[in-house]
């Protein structure tokens, strides 16, 4: 924080301003689009947030990992004499502090509509650092896809229908039922309810989650996962190579194993906003992704611990 605190200082000092408050020397224009970059890497974790609290209600154990983030972008903006920005980002922290002072866990209902009005305003303001619908879209995606594909007897044909059907968002899933779907679709009513409550679990299992600034939980999690997908593949080598009567079904076992777990993968990936990555890994050969994700968790462990 001290570090970014300093380029926007640095950023204020190359403005130019005289002693006289108001003058200034150096092009606004330039000096806005320096801002803005600055605040796109700050506010990463606020984005992060505000995608999951537009999929659904979120959990306001976001609030204080935002905040600090959201004042010295304010205290920067001020000194820049950004007025309309320092406005937006008022209100912005006002829906906030209405969430803490609420004293429930979940945001929902007109808390969360603050919040969402507030943050669109900021949005409009600086677009490149607040903006959500491209990355929103793609994390989305990825989830959204891989949450089907761990239900089972969902097949391509099923996707098809789902999509054609406009189930296109994490925000549509959430809120249908059985019933929609199968109105909608008109796949078999047992599917459509595995689906409904596969998309109910992943909600409480997020909503449950507390976040952090590192977002080390999540790391963690895809450690965990990736150290189980290196014994699934092992054990489906195995039984590859085995010509013992169980041989065959054990293979089939591990293969279908191993596509949940890489599909827990994907999802994990995708909260975290590495969409890229995920579609890296899609074009890898099995033993490919696993040295591909042992390297992503390596490097993130060196990055976070240069700066502990």
Same mark, same amino acid.
């Not at 890497?41 to 609030?63: C, G, K, P, Y």
């Not at 990825?142 to 044909?157: E, G, R, S, W």
């Not at 679709?185 to 600034?213: K, M, N, S, W």
């Not at 890296?280 to 696993?290: D, H, Q, S, T, V």
């Given at each position: 924080?001290? @570090?970014? =605190?300093? %380029?926007?200082?640095?950023?204020?000092?190359?403005?130019?301003?005289?002693?006289?408050?108001?003058?200034?020397?150096?092009?606004?224009?330039?000096?806005?689009?320096?801002?803005?970059?600055?605040?796109?890497?700050?506010?990463?974790?606020?984005? @992060?947030?505000?995608?999951?609290?537009?999929?659904?209600?979120?959990?306001? @154990?976001?609030?204080?990992?935002?905040?600090?983030?959201?004042?010295?972008?304010? $205290?920067?903006? &001020?000194?820049?004499?950004?007025?309309?920005?320092? %406005?937006?980002?008022? $209100?912005?922290?006002?829906?906030?502090?209405?969430?803490?002072?609420?004293?429930?866990?979940?945001?929902?209902?007109?808390?969360?509509?603050?919040?969402?009005? !507030?943050?669109?305003?900021?949005?409009?303001?600086?677009?490149? /650092?607040?903006?959500?619908?491209?990355?929103?879209?793609?994390?989305?995606?990825?989830?959204?896809?891989?949450?089907?594909?761990?239900?089972?007897?969902?097949?391509?044909?099923?996707?098809?229908?789902?999509?054609?059907?406009?189930?296109?968002?994490?925000?549509?899933?959430?809120?249908?039922?059985?019933? =929609? #779907?199968?109105?909608?679709?008109? #796949?078999?009513?047992?599917?459509?309810?595995? #689906?409904?409550?596969?998309?109910?679990?992943?909600?409480?299992?997020?909503?449950?989650?507390?976040?952090?600034?590192?977002?080390?939980?999540?790391?963690?999690?895809?450690?965990?996962? !990736?150290?189980?997908? $290196?014994?699934?593949?092992?054990?489906?080598?195995? /039984?590859?190579?085995?010509? %013992?009567? =169980? /041989?065959?079904?054990?293979?089939?076992?591990?293969?279908? &194993?191993?596509?949940? !777990?890489?599909? =827990?993968?994907?999802?994990?990936? /995708?909260?975290?906003?590495?969409?890229?990555?995920?579609?890296?890994?899609?074009?890898?050969?099995?033993?490919?992704?696993?040295?591909?994700?042992? %390297?992503?968790?390596?490097?993130?462990?060196?990055?976070?611990?240069?700066?502990?």
């Amino acid at each position: 924080m001290e @570090d970014l =605190d300093a %380029s926007f200082a640095s950023l204020e000092r190359g403005t130019g301003r005289s002693a006289a408050k108001g003058v200034v020397t150096t092009d606004l224009t330039e000096v806005r689009s320096l801002f803005e970059q600055l605040a796109a890497n700050h506010v990463r974790q606020v984005r @992060d947030f505000m995608i999951e609290l537009r999929w659904s209600e979120s959990t306001a @154990d976001w609030v204080p990992i935002c905040e600090p983030a959201m004042r010295s972008l304010r $205290r920067a903006a &001020a000194k820049l004499e950004l007025i309309e920005l320092c %406005s937006a980002l008022d $209100r912005f922290s006002e829906a906030l502090a209405a969430v803490q002072a609420s004293g429930e866990r979940t945001i929902g209902g007109e808390r969360r509509a603050a919040v969402l009005a !507030t943050y669109e305003e900021l949005s409009g303001l600086m677009p490149n /650092a607040f903006a959500l619908d491209l990355d929103r879209n793609q994390r989305g995606a990825v989830i959204l896809q891989a949450l089907l594909l761990q239900v089972p007897d969902v097949k391509k044909v099923t996707l098809d229908k789902m999509y054609a059907a406009g189930l296109t968002t994490l925000e549509a899933m959430f809120m249908a039922t059985a019933e =929609d #779907i199968v109105a909608t679709t008109g #796949i078999a009513g047992e599917l459509a309810a595995r #689906i409904v409550e596969r998309f109910r679990a992943y909600r409480e299992q997020v909503t449950a989650a507390v976040p952090d600034a590192t977002r080390a939980r999540e790391r963690q999690r895809v450690a965990e996962l !990736t150290s189980c997908l $290196r014994r699934e593949n092992e054990e489906y080598e195995r /039984a590859s190579e085995s010509w %013992s009567r =169980d /041989a065959a079904e054990k293979k089939k076992e591990r293969r279908k &194993a191993r596509a949940q !777990t890489l599909l =827990d993968i994907q999802v994990v990936l /995708a909260r975290l906003g590495e969409v890229a990555f995920v579609g890296e890994l899609e074009r890898l050969p099995f033993e490919g992704k696993l040295a591909h994700l042992e %390297s992503f968790l390596e490097e993130a462990r060196e990055k976070y611990q240069a700066h502990v």
